[in-house]
């Protein structure tokens, strides 16, 4: 059993160079299955979701040449079914982008259901539900979703019920090569849009008005080969701003994009952290006890509900009582109990945690319950008094790339155990 120890109680210092966005390269990835070239794209995380997609397409026929660490690039031209049922994709919710990048690319499509983080219902009523207007059936039977058009897709008006970044994503993919013109409303705002919008555009797309609720896409016939550096990720840059702030440390967060953070930057700002912005970089320091704020989740450019667990930790420390209020994701808050097995002070109704600020938080054996989650035990065992031991570490290495080596370098004192002993002894 693979585990991460961390002795806490260093005050983190130094710099750390923020990856590519996770989030980006598991949406731009599938895309490369439209294109009619070889695509070059760098500044990809070497993370286990990327590589799982990589995978994906590989076996589907793709020609994959790894460059180096964080450069790849991809011929998809032999990929010539429209059928994705691999085991791997049931381990990942961004599977699911398959379905439109394999819809646009043959007007049909077979993916397995995908996996991912348990945060309660999931639906993809809102995918279908643009698939639909441009003209593709769907079903699912047997663990698969099957889609298909009766010729080519026809562009559309899509209004989506609710802000989804999953079926924006999933609708531009199947619209880009679509016959006409596709026009989605209540579309989702998120950086990672609109980093795929751009990367689609840069292939010869007609992509406008990503990062506004309303996108407009114009079809093509053709998509070409292209060169595309990713967005930096700013849920890794939020989670070493939030490590930094809790350990009372001075830390410079390189390649991250400034706009991207805002949200995050105002809260840790109305909690006392000291924030100074660059052009690329920004610097975190921080030498007395957090305050106690309120924070809800929101879509883009709201607080990014993918920061909400390492905000909790925070104010777990702050002086006063805090309420987060999770607005995006159900049964987000199975961190909470591990939380306080480190003596937080946390009640859950619901959507609601009401957090009352202890002084000091103590190490534990906890685990992982999600990707995230796992990034505020993390977060959580750097400030704490004793030795934290974190089990499931597999849900962190699918978003954050050389975790331990990264918060080593800036003071920590964590590394990686190997032991047949699991977590037993949890009180």
Not at 134 to 160: F, Q, R, T, W
Not at 298 to 324: K, N, R, Y
Not at 336 to 342: A, G, I, P, Q, S
């Amino acid at each position: 059993m693979k585990k991460i120890v961390i002795n806490g109680g260093n005050r983190l210092h130094g710099s750390v160079c923020i990856s590519g966005a996770k989030n980006a390269a598991v949406a731009i990835i599938p895309a490369i299955i439209l294109s009619d070239g070889v695509c070059r794209v760098e500044n990809i995380p070497n993370i286990m979701d990327v590589n799982l997609m990589v995978n994906i397409l590989h076996d589907m026929g793709a020609v994959v040449n790894r460059i180096d660490k964080s450069t790849l690039e991809i011929d998809p031209r032999r990929i010539s079914s429209p059928f994705a049922n691999y085991d791997a994709i049931r381990k990942m919710r961004a599977s699911c982008y398959l379905l439109g990048a394999l819809l646009g690319k043959f007007a049909e499509a077979e993916v397995a259901l995908p996996g991912g983080c348990d945060f309660g219902v999931r639906p993809i009523d809102q995918h279908l539900k643009g698939f639909s207007v441009l003209g593709a059936e769907n079903s699912v039977s047997g663990g698969l979703i099957k889609l298909k058009a009766k010729g080519m897709l026809k562009g559309g008006h899509v209004y989506l019920d609710v802000v989804s970044v999953g079926a924006t994503i999933n609708i531009m993919l199947a619209a880009v090569k679509a016959e006409g013109r596709t026009i989605i409303e209540n579309a989702a705002r998120e950086p990672h849009v609109v980093d795929l919008a751009n990367f689609l555009n840069s292939m010869g797309a007609d992509v406008r008005g990503a990062g506004t609720d309303v996108i407009k896409i114009n079809g093509v016939k053709h998509l070409n080969g292209t060169n595309y550096t990713i967005i930096p990720d700013q849920i890794e840059a939020g989670t070493y701003m939030a490590a930094a702030a809790i350990t009372h440390g001075d830390v410079v967060i390189k390649n991250v994009i400034t706009k991207h953070l805002e949200s995050i930057t105002a809260k840790l700002r109305e909690m006392g952290v000291q924030i100074d912005e660059y052009e690329d970089c920004i610097h975190v320091y921080s030498n007395s006890r957090l305050h106690r704020c309120n924070v809800k989740t929101m879509p883009h450019p709201g607080f990014p509900t993918d920061m909400q667990p390492q905000i909790a930790v925070l104010l777990s420390v702050a002086d006063g009582t805090s309420i987060v209020t999770e607005a995006v994701w159900d049964s987000r808050y199975k961190y909470v109990d591990e939380l306080k097995r480190m003596g937080a002070d946390v009640s859950v109704n619901g959507k609601i945690a009401v957090i009352e600020g202890v002084d000091t938080l103590k190490g534990a054996p906890v685990k992982a319950t999600d990707l995230r989650a796992g990034a505020a035990m993390i977060v959580a065992g750097l400030s704490a008094q004793g030795t934290t031991y974190i089990e499931d570490t597999d849900h962190i290495e699918r978003g954050y790339e050389d975790v331990v080596e990264k918060f080593s370098s800036l003071g920590a004192d964590i590394k990686v155990i190997y032991t047949d002993d699991p977590v037993s002894k949890r009180a």
